[in-house]
């Protein structure tokens, strides 16, 4: 089975930066849309950015202006860049694709939604 895997999490202190990648196992034909999630301690999983196909961006309202969502379509890729760092920003952070087509080991292969495993950052204060 296709899977997402992220990269790149790690521990950093307030004000820093830090870039998450999420990796396709096999190519991404096409999606709806790809995105980073994250869950804190005690708290329900919050959208944080997508992206869709044709490139348009959103963001939740808290990482507005500090983190960057794009693509590399030729690497099947999804990054987050992540300046000024805040400890609340402290979470695992999951790479979603909603209703991706990828290359499966027999052909094209429609999913409803991939997940990744998550990444955990932590910003020290």
């Known amino acids: 089975q296709v899977q997402l895997v992220e990269s790149g999490g790690g521990l950093v202190q307030a004000g820093g930066s830090l870039s998450l990648a999420c990796a396709s196992s096999?190519?991404?034909?096409?999606?709806?849309?790809m995105g980073w999630y994250r869950q804190a301690p005690g708290k329900q999983r919050e959208l944080v950015a997508t992206?869709?196909?044709?490139?348009?961006?959103n963001y939740a309202h808290s990482v507005e202006g500090r983190f960057t969502i794009s693509r590399d379509g030729a690497k099947n890729t999804v990054y987050l860049r992540m300046n000024s760092l805040k400890p609340e920003d402290t979470a695992v952070y999951s790479c979603?694709?909603?209703?991706?087509?990828?290359?499966?080991?027999?052909?094209?292969?429609?999913?409803?939604?991939?997940w990744g495993q998550g990444t955990l950052v932590t910003v020290s204060s």
């Open positions: 992206i869709t196909s044709d490139g348009s961006t």
């Open positions: 096999g190519t991404i034909f096409r999606f709806n849309a």
């Open positions: 979603n694709a909603d209703r991706p087509v990828v290359a499966g080991p027999g052909g094209p292969e429609a999913y409803l939604e991939l």
